[in-house]
């Protein structure tokens, strides 16, 4: 693992060190040794730490390295302008602590690539977001969950006991609730990681810790430096008893949540502070691949909409437990439309192009990415279908923008979003299958077709058609007669005979007579309600067979 000189300098600000480099092509280093006595034959991806007065004078004669060395002597302009050596030079008589802080810093350096390496590793194996935590676990040593900012809980350090709090109510429910979130925003945790892009150290001390820490200046447990911000935290009520760390989790520059590590187990380290960055980081790319989370606009509601979609939320306590945590603005009377298209990627399309279209017909609605689809939750005033402007300038979007669309029934009960999302998409594949040319279907005009849907694996539909529309199917082809298509214009008209005689151009008696022969072919009565129903079905079956 090559380790840049600066970094390493960089590590080592508290000895005040003075750097020369003469030579930018060997800058990185891969091993550390002690500068013997005498060493002629330098290697250049090493560093060797030493007194100076180990030092060749001829260094004329040598060949190129990188060289620390530690001396109360001033450091002569020979050596550091040699052309052939980058130095670092520290004033002192400390070797020995100066060669063990660098083996410590390379250590530490090695343990941190590493750790990135195996939590990329896992990224492209795409074993999801738990695999990712279990990976942390690993490296870290310490408890890690994951939240939203919906505060749902992503992924979480499995089969350990932690006598913590917010650890508990988290894993036995999955979510954290509104009175543990009041507490953060109370404390000031929520405030102090706002768009902060470094992890944040909340380190659980007591009221004389902290002001001994201000007293004296005091730095804790480890070294504070640009890699994190330090925020104590006491007062806080027997709630949180344990020292924790917080990375926001970024998409572009959008807070999508969090990844939070107790300092259960063991003491953190310098190196714990990086690793939870690159945990965050590869939790983020991970996120990616869920186009909801690289869309929405950090809205709590788009979360819960889609928590909802997934059957996260499955009871009505959770429910109201997280709709504490939004503003629901919708009205009572609710329906799904989901919009997609015939292209690989929805996401092509600007989601915020069509939410501002749905805003403007409806008055109010949600838009989120899911599963290829964009799902759109609205709101009206009653349960009656949508008005005549709301549906012509539904069917000019879809027609302008070339996508097409499904809507769900009228419904009331949030926690029944899922059905109804269901419902929409159910809508479409009727539709399309039936009216390859439409765009805009309605669940209500495809009820008999989803159920065949469902039925059509189990037997063959034709099975439920009325015997005798093969009866009339079989007279007609025989006597060249158009008795079938009469049939299903009188069905679907609902019996309207001076509508149908008027369209057909022919006297009602004659309609009658014609009707009249039907029933004695097929031998059935169209009065008769359950004869009706059962032809009426026989043909919406036959329409779906095509």
């Not at 004669?61 to 302009?77: D, R």
């Not at 690993?138 to 979480?156: C, E, H, M, T």
């Not at 306590?317 to 939004?326: Q, S």
């Not at 005009?445 to 065949?452: E, K, R």
């Given at each position: 693992?090559?380790?840049?000189?600066?970094?390493?300098v960089?590590?080592?600000?508290?000895?005040?060190?003075?750097?020369?480099?003469?030579?930018?092509?060997?800058?990185?280093?891969?091993?550390?040794?002690?500068?013997?006595?005498?060493?002629?034959?330098?290697?250049?991806?090493?560093?060797?730490?030493?007194?100076?007065?180990?030092?060749?004078?001829?260094?004329?004669?040598l060949?190129?390295?990188?060289?620390l060395?530690?001396?109360?002597?001033?450091?002569?302009?020979?050596?550091?302008t040699?052309?052939?050596?980058?130095?670092?030079?520290?004033?002192g008589?400390?070797?020995?602590?100066?060669?063990?802080?660098?083996?410590?810093?390379?250590?530490?350096?090695?343990?941190?690539?590493?750790?990135?390496?195996?939590?990329?590793?896992?990224?492209?194996?795409?074993?999801?977001?738990?695999?990712?935590?279990?990976?942390?676990?690993?490296?870290?040593?310490?408890?890690?969950?994951?939240?939203?900012?919906?505060?749902s809980?992503?992924?979480?350090?499995?089969?350990?006991?932690?006598?913590?709090?917010?650890?508990k109510?988290?894993?036995?429910?999955?979510?954290?609730?509104?009175?543990?979130?009041?507490?953060?925003?109370?404390?000031?945790?929520?405030?102090?990681?706002n768009?902060?892009?470094?992890?944040?150290?909340?380190?659980?001390?007591?009221?004389?810790?902290?002001?001994?820490?201000?007293?004296?200046?005091?730095?804790?447990?480890?070294?504070?430096?640009?890699?994190?911000?330090?925020?104590?935290?006491?007062?806080?009520?027997?709630?949180?008893?344990?020292?924790?760390?917080?990375?926001?989790?970024?998409?572009?520059?959008?807070?999508?949540?969090?990844?939070?590590?107790?300092?259960?187990f063991?003491?953190?380290?310098?190196?714990?502070?990086?690793?939870?960055?690159?945990?965050?980081?590869?939790?983020?790319?991970?996120?990616?691949?869920?186009?909801?989370?690289?869309?929405?606009?950090?809205?709590?509601?788009?979360?819960?909409?889609?928590?909802l979609?997934?059957?996260?939320?499955?009871?009505?306590?959770?429910?109201e437990?997280?709709?504490?945590?939004?503003?629901?603005?919708?009205?009572?009377?609710?329906?799904?439309?989901?919009?997609?298209?015939?292209?690989?990627?929805?996401?092509?399309?600007?989601?915020?192009y069509?939410?501002?279209?749905?805003?403007n017909?409806?008055g109010?609605?949600?838009?989120?990415?899911?599963?290829?689809?964009?799902v759109?939750?609205?709101?009206?005033?009653t349960?009656?279908?949508?008005?005549?402007?709301?549906?012509?300038?539904?069917?000019?979007?879809?027609?302008?923008?070339?996508?097409?669309?499904?809507?769900?029934?009228?419904?009331?009960?949030?926690?029944?979003?899922?059905?109804?999302?269901?419902?929409?998409?159910?809508?479409?594949?009727?539709?399309?299958?039936?009216?390859?040319?439409?765009?805009?279907?309605?669940?209500?005009?495809?009820?008999?077709?989803?159920?065949?849907?469902?039925?059509?694996?189990?037997?063959?539909l034709?099975?439920?058609?009325?015997?005798?529309?093969?009866?009339?199917?079989?007279?007609?082809?025989?006597?060249?007669?158009?008795?079938?298509?009469?049939?299903?214009?009188y069905?679907?008209?609902?019996?309207?005979?001076?509508?149908?005689?008027a369209?057909?151009?022919?006297?009602?008696n004659?309609?009658?007579?014609?009707?009249?022969?039907i029933?004695?072919?097929?031998?059935?009565?169209?009065?008769?309600?359950?004869?009706?129903f059962?032809?009426?079905?026989?043909?919406?079956?036959?329409?779906?067979?095509?």
């Amino acid at each position: 693992m090559d380790m840049h000189i600066s970094n390493l300098v960089e590590n080592l600000s508290q000895y005040k060190p003075k750097v020369y480099i003469n030579r930018e092509d060997i800058t990185n280093i891969k091993y550390i040794n002690y500068l013997e006595p005498g060493l002629l034959d330098f290697d250049p991806n090493t560093l060797y730490v030493g007194d100076m007065s180990n030092l060749e004078v001829t260094l004329d004669i040598l060949t190129k390295g990188n060289i620390l060395i530690v001396s109360e002597a001033s450091m002569p302009t020979s050596i550091s302008t040699n052309d052939n050596f980058n130095i670092i030079f520290i004033s002192g008589d400390c070797v020995l602590a100066v060669f063990n802080k660098v083996l410590d810093i390379f250590s530490e350096y090695i343990k941190l690539t590493e750790g990135s390496s195996k939590l990329l590793e896992t990224l492209s194996q795409g074993n999801g977001i738990q695999e990712i935590i279990n990976m942390g676990f690993q490296l870290i040593g310490n408890p890690i969950f994951v939240r939203d900012i919906s505060f749902s809980i992503l992924a979480f350090t499995q089969d350990i006991m932690v006598d913590d709090y917010v650890w508990k109510e988290l894993t036995s429910k999955g979510y954290q609730p509104y009175d543990g979130f009041q507490y953060l925003m109370k404390n000031g945790f929520i405030e102090s990681t706002n768009n902060v892009k470094i992890p944040v150290y909340f380190k659980n001390m007591s009221d004389a810790e902290y002001k001994t820490l201000q007293k004296e200046k005091k730095k804790i447990s480890i070294e504070q430096n640009k890699n994190y911000m330090l925020r104590p935290t006491f007062d806080l009520e027997g709630k949180v008893k344990i020292s924790r760390l917080w990375s926001n989790i970024f998409i572009g520059n959008k807070v999508i949540g969090q990844v939070v590590v107790l300092e259960a187990f063991k003491p953190f380290s310098e190196t714990d502070m990086l690793l939870i960055k690159s945990l965050s980081d590869t939790v983020s790319l991970e996120l990616q691949k869920h186009k909801y989370y690289e869309n929405l606009d950090g809205s709590k509601l788009e979360l819960l909409i889609v928590d909802l979609l997934d059957g996260k939320v499955k009871d009505q306590e959770t429910l109201e437990e997280k709709l504490k945590f939004v503003s629901w603005n919708l009205k009572k009377n609710l329906r799904v439309i989901v919009v997609t298209t015939n292209q690989k990627e929805i996401s092509n399309i600007p989601i915020k192009y069509v939410s501002g279209f749905f805003e403007n017909v409806f008055g109010n609605a949600i838009c989120v990415l899911y599963e290829r689809s964009i799902v759109v939750v609205v709101g009206t005033r009653t349960d009656k279908k949508l008005s005549d402007i709301q549906l012509e300038k539904l069917k000019q979007f879809m027609k302008d923008t070339g996508m097409f669309s499904g809507v769900s029934r009228n419904f009331c009960r949030l926690l029944d979003l899922k059905k109804y999302y269901k419902q929409a998409l159910d809508g479409i594949s009727a539709g399309k299958h039936l009216k390859k040319d439409m765009l805009l279907f309605f669940y209500d005009d495809y009820i008999l077709q989803n159920m065949f849907d469902l039925c059509s694996g189990q037997e063959a539909l034709k099975e439920f058609c009325h015997p005798s529309i093969f009866t009339l199917m079989n007279y007609d082809c025989e006597n060249k007669t158009n008795y079938l298509k009469i049939l299903q214009s009188y069905i679907m008209s609902f019996k309207n005979q001076s509508e149908l005689a008027a369209s057909m151009h022919v006297h009602r008696n004659t309609l009658y007579y014609r009707i009249s022969k039907i029933e004695e072919i097929m031998n059935v009565d169209l009065n008769d309600i359950d004869d009706f129903f059962s032809i009426y079905l026989s043909f919406k079956i036959l329409e779906y067979l095509e």
